[in-house]
């Protein structure tokens, strides 16, 4: 059964993060449109179902994945450099956002500390946010740090680095230091995320997580609290006009003084 809104109706969170591809902006497919140019560039095709494999996933990943499926393994830096050159093209010719994006984003813009966790490049998310109009209302854009490993094993951090390193999604690290910039602990911040890669990482970060979207084939949601089709439903707008000011102490606590939004 499908989550719903209704599972954090009477919580209130104290600063949100949202990831950016699919959720804010609608780069998805320009992501998609980026994948089948590259393929096309080297002759290859695209294998049955890799786009929802490919979803939300690092693009260092997504260029070994394509070079992998194909049995092309020697092509991965070259499908890596290209998808990502047809992405910024893409997305310099066409910036899009995500159905109820900007209203839920400006209706929440000085009420709580806002955030941007993604797994893309940085130049990509303040590349696609700027031509949206929406990155000034973000305290901080998130992405990793250090390259991705495997797909199914990213590489492993040590203890004492691991204060200075933000590794991709479905690893935390994303999402504990954004809610930490907020200054927020996870458990009190909401991540608003739409592919399941996206969600197992805030999920193990702490947060609670809102999924958005279509949801994924066999409607798997993962470790999301709730699920809506579109950031602009109605009860989404309600829901969130009904949440309580918070002063981002850290500590998780709302404060008597808050009111609900207008």
């Known amino acids: 059964m499908t989550p719903t809104l209704q599972a954090l109706s009477n919580w209130s969170p104290e600063a949100i993060v949202f990831d950016c591809d699919g959720t804010l902006m609608d780069t998805e497919r320009h992501w998609q449109d980026a994948r089948n140019r590259a393929f096309r560039e080297f002759g290859l095709l695209p294998p049955p179902g890799f786009a929802e494999r490919a979803k939300g996933v690092h693009y260092v990943d997504c260029g070994r994945l394509m070079a992998e499926e194909t049995n092309k393994p020697e092509l991965a830096a070259g499908l890596t450099a290209a998808l990502l050159g047809h992405f910024l093209s893409l997305v310099a010719e066409d910036p899009l956002t995500m159905p109820g994006a900007c ?41 990793p740090t250090v ?24 690893w935390p690290d994303v999402y504990t230091t954004a809610a930490g910039l907020c200054g927020v602990l996870p458990e009190a911040a909401l ?35 709730a699920w809506v089709m579109a950031l602009d439903r109605q009860e989404v707008l309600e829901w969130v006009r009904g949440w309580r000011r918070t002063s981002p102490s850290g500590a998780g606590q709302d404060d008597e003084r808050d009111e609900p939004f207008p």
């Open 191 to 225: 991540a608003v995320e739409d592919s399941l890669t996206g969600i197992e990482s805030a999920w193990r970060a702490g947060l609670r997580v809102l999924g958005v979207g279509p949801l994924p084939d066999g409607g798997n949601t993962g470790h999301a609290d």
């Open 103 to 143: 209203e839920i984003v400006r209706l929440l813009s000085g009420r709580l500390p806002l955030a941007v966790a993604s797994n893309c490049p940085l130049e990509v998310v303040e590349e696609s946010l700027g031509r949206a109009g929406l990155r000034r209302h973000f305290r901080h854009v998130v992405v």
């Open 147 to 170: 390259p991705p490993g495997e797909p199914a094993a990213p590489k492993p951090v040590k203890d004492g680095e691991r204060s200075k390193v933000v590794r991709p999604k479905p």
